[in-house]
């Protein structure tokens, strides 16, 4: 392995360990915490318990109140 190569695995370690610290925030007692920009509340579910989504996948609908 070159030093060339060693550096962009460590980077790509790195830049992997942040992604995982940030999302670890969101993570408890086998729960998600989702947080919306705007106030209001779950007008609906758009996705089930248990379902998998892709990212960018709407989650629920939000009315303003």
Do not use: C, W
């Amino acid at each position: 392995m070159s030093e060339r190569d060693y550096q962009a695995a460590e980077a790509a370690y790195r830049q992997a360990e942040v992604r995982f610290n940030s999302m670890k925030r969101h993570f408890g007692n086998g729960k998600v915490t989702l947080r919306s920009t705007i106030k209001g509340y779950v007008a609906e579910l758009l996705v089930s318990n248990g379902d998998y989504v892709e990212p960018g996948t709407p989650l629920a609908k939000i009315q303003r109140s």
